[in-house]
């Protein structure tokens, strides 16, 4: 298994800041995951962080809004940029546990909650 | 794309009772099926897995049962305690051969009453 740390684990942002959320994991992954999970809702998939190359995106995700950067293997930022009250949410960095097969387990940060003011 | 619904939203069992989460899905080339357990204030976690090459998988009190023709999967738990109580989340892979990549279903909060 994996272990991720995520920082900041909580934070109180102002309207039209940016904010950069900090992901290590303890092993050299390949591609890292950040989900959005809105106020009791579902996890959402912003982008998948691939070292060496830029981010993808999924659909509703923009790079100037949710720029990522990928140094090495082990670590990934997110920010959220210009932000506004619909971007409080709990960000989470995730790994897969590559099982040999397509589709394994996802370990997850513990999150990183945002309240925007 | 793929789309996964989730039912029901909210589910409210004795303890000792069983329960069951139900998902459909639309890809009909998904082959993963993953279950995860979300704690109140905590970060999501496996509990059970299926892949598209059996119809169903146990793990002590709980289990999954695929059913890929109609294209649902479901989640049962039997005898359930008080420590069950979570939100569960099913998911399936965004496009065929993308592992990581999940969509997740709407979530059911499990409630357990001693």
């Known amino acids: 298994s994996a272990v991720i740390s995520q920082k900041p684990s909580r934070d109180i942002c102002q309207r039209g800041t940016s904010l950069t959320i900090q992901c290590q994991v303890d092993?050299?992954?390949?591609?890292m995951f950040w989900y959005r999970q809105q106020p009791g809702q579902s996890l959402t998939l912003i982008a998948t962080?691939?070292?060496?190359?830029?981010?993808?995106?999924e659909s509703g995700f923009v790079i100037d809004k949710f720029p990522i950067s990928r140094p090495n293997l082990t670590f990934s930022t997110l920010t959220v940029s210009n932000m506004s009250p619909e971007d409080s949410s709990i960000y989470l960095c995730?790994?897969?546990?590559?099982?040999?097969?397509?589709?394994?387990?996802?370990?997850f940060g513990e999150g990183s909650r945002l309240t925007v003011l | 794309g793929e789309n996964v619904e989730q039912h029901p939203s909210t589910l409210s069992v004795q303890e000792g009772d069983s329960a069951v989460i139900k998902c459909t899905y639309s890809?009909?080339?998904?082959?993963?099926f993953p279950w995860y357990k979300q704690e109140l204030g905590k970060r999501p976690q496996l509990i059970i897995d299926?892949?598209?090459?059996?119809g169903e998988k146990k793990d002590q009190r709980i289990a999954v049962t695929l059913n890929k023709t109609a294209k649902h999967f479901s989640l049962h738990i039997t005898e359930t305690q008080p420590e069950d109580s979570a939100v569960y989340f099913c998911?399936?892979?965004?496009?065929?051969?993308?592992?990581?990549?999940?969509?997740f279903g709407q979530g059911t909060e499990l409630s357990v009453k001693p």
């Open positions: 995730s790994v897969e546990d590559s099982a040999g097969e397509t589709g394994g387990e996802l370990f």
């Open positions: 092993s050299q992954v390949t591609m």
């Open positions: 962080a691939n070292q060496g190359s830029e981010a993808t995106y």
């Open positions: 890809d009909s080339a998904s082959n993963y």
């Open positions: 299926i892949r598209s090459n059996v």
């Open positions: 998911a399936a892979p965004l496009s065929y051969n993308q592992g990581g990549k999940l969509i």
